[in-house]
């Protein structure tokens, strides 16, 4: 396989996971009513542990207590980036959610950029963050906001994370680990606001959908484009979240943007692509993200 088919195949692998993901989030949506934000979050990450673990089977010994310090961080970004990215979801529409979201991969590109293009794309993406508005914040919730730009901290240090990880530990066995580490931190909050409808068989099945959907398929996709794609190049196919965000929350929610919502997706979809683009020019001694 050749350098170019190997990065076209994992360029194929993360637009798989975004349509998965996006999915797996508008069912996510429907199941908030019985289990709450942080019910399905902890559904999510303890399916997706399991399923994780019985399929990589990782090795618990043997790892230097630096890699293991990996996985544990990992673990704590895959839990706040779930759970903020849910409490966000249960307040504002899935489309503004994750534009909002994918200010954290823009902001990290920006940073790795130079000269003045990184301000061109930073004001682009201000503008879309205005525009995303329709012209009054009032109209979006500002909790739900706040939580949105939590969870935008959470995916660039995630981004971090997954690419040490996955250089750090075989196949899929750090992701299988940094999830347990992620579903045990989510236990406790999920069961204290799901309860009881942890014991219906229904909501159990929805939440294993959503965990192969939302975490299991998307994470173990994006682990191995990260081996053949550096990060820059992920992050600009990262930029395209809010696009299949919006295309589900439209089709499976019912969830309607207005233009100048949709004009708003649109410029910080491109303000993305321009500032990784630029942080892919920068000079071969300066270090990758």
Do not use: K
Not at 147 to 155: E, K, M, N, P, Q
Not at 204 to 224: C, K, Q, R, W
């Amino acid at each position: 396989m050749t350098a170019r088919t190997g990065r076209g195949t994992a360029a194929a692998l993360v637009l798989v996971g975004l349509a998965c993901q996006e999915v797996g989030a508008s069912f996510a949506v429907l199941l908030f009513p019985r289990t709450g934000p942080l019910g399905i979050v902890m559904l999510r990450l303890v399916f997706s542990a399991l399923l994780l673990l019985a399929i990589a089977r990782p090795r618990l010994r043997g790892h230097s207590a630096g890699a293991c310090r990996s996985v544990v961080w990992f673990g704590v970004v895959l839990a706040s980036m779930n759970g903020l990215f849910y409490l966000a979801l249960n307040r504002l529409p899935l489309g503004v959610t994750v534009t909002i979201e994918v200010l954290g991969p823009l902001t990290l590109s920006i940073l790795t950029a130079t000269g003045i293009a990184r301000w061109l794309w930073a004001g682009l993406a201000l503008a879309g963050v205005v525009a995303l508005g329709a012209g009054g914040w009032d109209r979006l919730d500002a909790l739900g906001v706040v939580f949105a730009l939590g969870a935008a901290a959470s995916w660039a240090l995630y981004i971090l994370a997954s690419a040490r990880v996955g250089r750090e530990f075989p196949r899929l066995d750090g992701l299988a680990l940094a999830m347990s580490v992620g579903a045990v931190i989510a236990l406790p909050f999920g069961i204290a606001q799901a309860q009881g409808a942890l014991l219906r068989p229904d909501v159990l099945a929805l939440g294993a959908a959503v965990a192969v959907l939302s975490s299991t398929i998307p994470y173990a996709l994006e682990l191995i484009a990260l081996r053949r794609l550096p990060a820059s190049a992920f992050a600009i196919m990262m930029s395209l979240g809010p696009a299949t965000a919006s295309l589900a929350g439209f089709l499976l929610l019912g969830q309607h943007l207005s233009w100048l919502e949709i004009a708003g997706i649109g410029l910080v979809i491109a303000a993305s692509i321009g500032a990784v683009t630029a942080a892919g020019r920068r000079p071969a001694s300066e270090p990758v993200v």
